[in-house]
């Protein structure tokens, strides 16, 4: 197994204090198993699907453009037909200007939010709950615009979130000297007094480069913050958030950052190429499991339609420890897995100009 290398840096958590941590560096090699993963096509097709969610092993939640009057259609996995569309298109209080689905990464969980990129609003929603009520179900919005970007969120405790404050730098050379995680309490939010009234106050704007997928657990009492747009993960304390370790690997993106246009109000850093990190994760009791997108294109998007890239799936201990690396044989950038953990059903996109397609991978 290479050597890791450990490099000391000061980083600023919201406990306000500063704590030496290590900055670890693994690669390919450094995964004691690896698994060539091939797909296997499964019979439902959306027209304009967006992406494709397995949830309680049994439905599948699709999330499309909502061209037809809703956002999100829901269908039963074994027998592949329709059980109801949600999320209705419109201005009114149940209906939504853009809604996608977004899981609770816990793999046997029975709830799931749906976000809006427009609003940055979040409603969290009990499958059953939703079953049984349909069209009378009452979808309570929570505000989180001016504290941070959806989804950089987890849900904390019973009616408190953790968001990632957006003008929160993951750059040393662009920074706004914030903590990076805030506490919003879904009871007592007021726009008003969010990060936003006070925008003046900082250097850049940053939320478009510091996306993370957050996700938790009590028990082993860790957070996760794995990048969107780096392979890197951060690993902190939950209970007191003191930060842990930080990863970088396995690829070593060599990203560089500079100031674009102005981002409202604010110099708008942006990433020189385009690089996807993690994409998603599913957690278990006892496993972490992240997707890495691994495209990565120096200067800019390339112009052809087909996408060549093949993404992996990276089993790990909730302390980071490296178990499994799943090599996937198309490029994926959403994914659930059943209850039993032997499947991942993921969205593929094969190419840009059509819609993604619905695939199982047996594990």
Not at 67 to 96: C, I, P, R, W
Not at 311 to 329: A, Q, V
Request: proline share 2%.
């Amino acid at each position: 197994m290479r050597q890791v290398v450990f490099l000391v840096l000061i980083c600023l958590i919201s406990c306000k204090r500063s704590d030496k941590i290590e900055l670890s560096y693994f690669g390919l090699e450094d995964f004691p198993e690896t698994k060539c993963c091939k797909s296997d096509s499964i019979g439902i097709q959306v027209l304009d699907a967006l992406s494709y969610h397995v949830l309680r092993d049994s439905l599948v939640l699709v999330t499309t453009r909502g061209h037809n009057g809703y956002f999100v259609e829901m269908y039963y996995l074994g027998s592949k037909q329709k059980v109801m569309n949600f999320a209705k298109k419109g201005l009114d209080t149940n209906q939504f200007a853009h809604a996608r689905v977004f899981l609770n990464d816990k793999n046997t969980s029975t709830e799931f939010y749906l976000y809006n990129v427009i609003t940055n609003s979040i409603v969290e929603i009990n499958i059953d709950s939703l079953l049984e009520n349909r069209e009378t179900f009452n979808y309570k919005k929570v505000y989180l615009s001016g504290y941070s970007s959806v989804p950089d969120f987890c849900k904390y405790d019973k009616g408190r979130y953790l968001v990632q404050n957006k003008y929160f730098s993951p750059v040393k050379n662009f920074n706004n000297n914030v903590d990076r995680f805030i506490f919003v309490n879904e009871k007592e939010f007021n726009v008003t007094n969010s990060t936003y009234s006070d925008f003046k106050k900082y250097n850049y704007y940053l939320s478009n480069i510091n996306q993370v997928v957050m996700f938790s657990d009590v028990t082993k009492n860790r957070l996760w913050c794995a990048s969107k747009g780096e392979d890197r993960f951060d690993i902190y304390t939950r209970d007191s958030l003191r930060l842990l370790g930080s990863y970088i690997g396995p690829y070593h993106y060599d990203v560089e950052y500079v100031v674009g246009e102005a981002g409202g109000d604010l110099p708008l850093v942006v990433r020189d190429g385009l690089y996807s990190g993690y994409e998603a994760a599913v957690i278990t009791d006892n496993y972490v499991y992240l997707l890495l997108g691994n495209q990565k294109y120096k200067s800019e998007i390339p112009k052809s339609d087909v996408i060549s890239d093949k993404s992996e799936i990276y089993k790990l201990s909730w302390e980071g420890k490296l178990l499994c690396r799943y090599i996937l044989d198309r490029y994926v950038y959403a994914f659930s897995m059943d209850s039993q953990e032997k499947y991942f059903y993921c969205t593929v996109d094969e190419n840009r100009q059509l819609d993604p397609k619905f695939v199982r991978y047996e594990l």
